[in-house]
């Protein structure tokens, strides 16, 4: 029997999620996105007490070919310069899951993913920082996956893909990557949103609303200013993780549409079935 197999499988099936983890002073000032993200962290521990993990992908573990997280204990990696000292103070304790790795990487194998493990793999911020909103207890393990170097969308939706199976097995599938990330345009401050952050987001959210998976995945070439919402795709990418694993649940529930410093939206979703 399978790892995967060993473990009961809940009456219901956990919502995959999106979060823009935006600047790292986001673990300091965490807007509205934050509090909301605590919020619904609560509710979802409420309705499944199941919960036994969280596989989350970052844009700051970028790597040759997809590889997983195995330690027991990652450390939390400060992967940031210039900011004030009490950033550098932040720890974000939370356990890691070999048992939940060695799920991870049977099932990127089983659907042809050549894989591996890393043993030593600390959490960057893209993992950490909205973490420390979501489940600020640090209290719920969690297992990173690398973002493949030259991966489009395609490939990482289907790394999400392979993964969709843990939703009901008490697993939490995270994107973790920003809705817009033009940082050529990051002067500090808070202004108004930028025009083309708000065209764009809402294209997005409109063609989640439609279910329109191929539009999704074109965005590049279909969607409003989407090479000034992103020069490189990395930091867009996740939500591709989380849109595989949600498969056919498209309805997006958001828990933010906030915007700070003008250009970085901060938008953040769960994907679920509209049923």
């Given at each position: 029997m399978s790892a995967t197999a060993a473990h009961a499988v809940p009456s219901t099936t956990i919502p995959a999620l999106f979060v823009s983890h935006g600047a790292p002073l986001f673990a300091l000032d965490a807007g509205t996105t934050g509090p909301a993200l605590t919020q619904w962290g609560e509710g979802l521990k409420a309705q499944y007490p199941g919960l036994r993990g969280v596989v989350i992908m970052s844009p700051h573990w970028m790597a040759r070919g997809p590889?997983?997280?195995?330690?027991?204990?990652?450390?939390?990696?400060?992967?940031?310069?210039?900011?004030?000292?009490?950033?550098?103070?932040?720890?974000?304790?939370?356990?890691g899951s070999p048992a939940l790795a060695d799920e991870v990487l049977g099932l990127l194998q089983a659907a042809g993913v050549a894989s591996q493990g890393d043993a030593a793999r600390p959490f960057d911020h893209g993992a950490?920082?909205?973490?420390?909103?979501?489940?600020?207890?640090?209290?719920?393990?969690?297992?990173?996956?690398?973002?493949?170097?030259?991966?489009?969308?395609?490939?990482?939706?289907?790394?999400?893909?392979?993964l969709r199976s843990l939703r009901s097995q008490g697993v939490?599938?995270?994107?973790?990557?920003?809705?817009?990330?033009?940082?050529?345009?990051f002067f500090g401050g808070e202004r108004e949103p930028a025009p083309y952050v708000l065209e764009f987001s809402r294209w997005i959210?409109?063609?989640?609303?439609?279910?329109?998976?191929?539009?999704?995945?074109?965005?590049?070439?279909?969607?409003?200013?989407?090479?000034?919402?992103?020069?490189?795709?990395?930091?867009?990418?996740?939500?591709?993780?989380?849109?595989?694993?949600?498969?056919?649940?498209?309805?997006?529930?958001?828990?933010?549409?906030?915007?700070?410093?003008?250009?970085?939206?901060?938008?953040?979703?769960?994907?679920?079935?509209?049923?």
């Open positions: 590889q997983v997280m195995t330690g027991p204990q990652p450390a939390t990696w400060h992967d940031f310069g210039g900011f004030p000292p009490a950033l550098y103070e932040l720890q974000y304790p939370a356990p950490w920082v909205p973490l420390m909103h979501l489940f600020p207890q640090a209290d719920v393990p969690v297992v990173q996956v690398a973002l493949p170097v030259g991966a489009g969308p395609a490939d990482v939706y289907a790394l999400g893909a392979a939490l599938v995270v994107g973790s990557g920003s809705m817009t990330h033009n940082l050529a345009e959210e409109s063609a989640l609303e439609r279910g329109d998976m191929r539009a999704l995945l074109n965005y590049r070439s279909e969607a409003p200013h989407a090479r000034r919402a992103h020069p490189t795709e990395d930091h867009f990418l996740p939500i591709f993780f989380a849109l595989g694993a949600a498969g056919d649940d498209l309805h997006a529930h958001y828990l933010s549409r906030e915007v700070m410093y003008s250009m970085l939206s901060m938008d953040a979703f769960a994907l679920q079935s509209a049923r």
